[in-house]
């Protein structure tokens, strides 16, 4: 596995630094191409049919046209940009992997997605088909290194096109590839995003199971019209977006301390949650705009319902993973001309939930969804790859509660976006709809 190991990183190397010649990337590729350099995705759909419908209904397609993409970008980032010379850059920046043809065109920012421009291409196919490698030790901050053309890299050797020319190329195949816009510093020098080093440092790498292998998972099929069937990578993309990719991705087990309780007595419960599925932890990615929340409810013989709030364990940092109705995101009022703006509700989940997260904080220390405006990071409460997390409920029990089975129900939810972020931001409401990611039960006897 070592000997694996170090071959993979020497030929990750090679693609990083042997193809590079002085092709720019990163902030130096701004300005540097021609929309017309690259091929249109309806272009590549003539050929590849299935590829392309894959495409459009992931958020590889959405990256610069997604509604909450849009308002934040918009609505937040250009503006801070202009009042702030410290995160000036994200103006341009945000685009690099948004948007790469407008980024690496000089077309920024670009026109908003209703005016239909080239912009709205997000990631597309000739983006990533002419990748050759990235630029430094560490893929981050769309440090991709882009050479569009007739030629086409892709993960197979020996392929021939009746459009375009084709090489195998080793990059495509590796993590490091997706690395270099699913990790993020910020001006402050902050990881913003990390999934790829996430799973750099966690299991699955050592097993070299690379993010392809779940996130474009291979099935018997035609690469294009004209192929012969193979063993071909399907391009799904699927994600935080995608329910069924968020179900069962966390297994969830609880039980009593004690099956048999006394009517006035107390009633403890155990929830382990085991990150069953991802390579990297979760939430991952936009941990600042996502939220994960484990809710515990008691239904009695009588069908009286009633809220449990977690343990509190004690760690520094734990009152950020403890839902209240504190207020945060206050310095989103410099870019919407709020002065002194108080902020709004942090959680947006039932108080007392355990959340699953780690807080961003802005230059002044306070909470902010805002990653570019991110100086410090705070408790990491996530859950890692194959990382169980128990969590104990302790409830006396009620004076009216019924005599006879109680049934106790944990879910563990997530939301794409903080609700009260998108309420206040005006985000359509399936950003903060919940989508389940898994729920258990148990029971316990309450006797007189």
């Known amino acids: 596995m070592r000997t694996v190991a170090l071959v993979a990183f020497i030929t990750m190397l090679l693609c990083s630094i042997s193809f590079s010649e002085d092709l720019p990337a990163g902030d130096r590729a701004l300005g540097t191409r021609e929309y017309d350099q690259y091929e249109r995705p309806t272009v590549c759909r003539s050929c590849h049919a299935d590829f392309y419908q894959q495409w459009t209904q992931a958020m590889m397609s959405q990256a610069y046209t997604h509604h909450w993409d849009e308002i934040e970008y918009f609505e937040l980032a250009v503006p801070h940009a202009e009042k702030d010379e410290m995160v000036a850059g994200v103006k341009a920046g945000c685009n690099g992997c948004h948007a790469p043809l407008a980024f690496m065109a000089g077309d920024v920012p670009p026109p908003r997605p209703e005016e239909n421009s080239r912009a709205n291409e997000s990631v597309s196919c000739d983006v990533c088909h002419t990748i050759i ?16 053309g007739r030629m086409k890299y892709g993960p197979k050797p020996g392929l021939e096109s009746p459009h375009h020319e084709t090489e195998q190329l080793d990059f495509i195949k590796q993590s490091e590839f997706c690395g270099t816009c699913h990790n993020e510093m910020s001006p402050y020098g902050v990881w913003v995003k990390s999934t790829q080093l996430e799973w750099k440092d966690g299991p699955y790498s050592k097993e070299g199971v690379r993010c392809h292998d779940c996130h474009m998972p291979v099935a018997w099929a035609k690469n294009a019209k004209m192929a012969e069937e193979n063993w071909i990578a399907q391009h799904l993309f699927h994600g935080a977006h995608d329910p069924g990719k968020l179900a069962g991705a966390v297994e969830l087990r609880m039980h009593p301390e004690e099956r048999e309780v006394e009517l006035d007595g107390i009633v403890a419960i155990k929830v382990q949650l085991y990150n069953a599925k991802a390579g990297h932890k979760i939430p991952t990615g936009s941990v600042e705009d996502r939220i994960v929340w484990l809710h515990v409810t008691a239904t009695d013989s009588d069908g009286n319902t009633y809220h449990i709030p977690v343990d509190k364990k004690g760690f520094d940092g734990e009152e950020y993973t403890v839902a209240s109705d504190v207020l945060a995101y206050q310095d989103m009022g410099l870019p919407l001309d709020i002065n002194n703006f108080r902020g709004i509700q942090r959680d947006g989940v039932p ?9 961003y904080f802005d230059p002044q220390g306070r909470m902010t969804i805002m990653q570019w ?40 939810n997530c939301r794409k976006l903080v609700k009260s972020v998108a309420d206040f931001l005006e985000v359509p409401e399936d950003e903060s709809e919940i989508m389940l990611i898994n729920k258990t039960t148990t029971w316990i006897e309450v006797y007189d």
Request: charge should be negative.
């Open 351 to 359: 108080l007392g939930d355990r959340i699953f997260r780690m807080p």
């Open 373 to 412: 405006n991110t100086k410090e990071l705070g408790v990491d409460y996530r859950i890692g790859p194959r990382e169980t997390k128990i969590e104990t409920f302790t409830w006396e029990l009620p004076e009216d509660i019924a005599v006879g089975k109680i049934m106790f129900e944990a879910t563990l």
């Open 133 to 148: 490698g990235f630029e430094g030790e560490t893929p981050h901050n769309y440090n991709y290194i882009s050479s569009p």
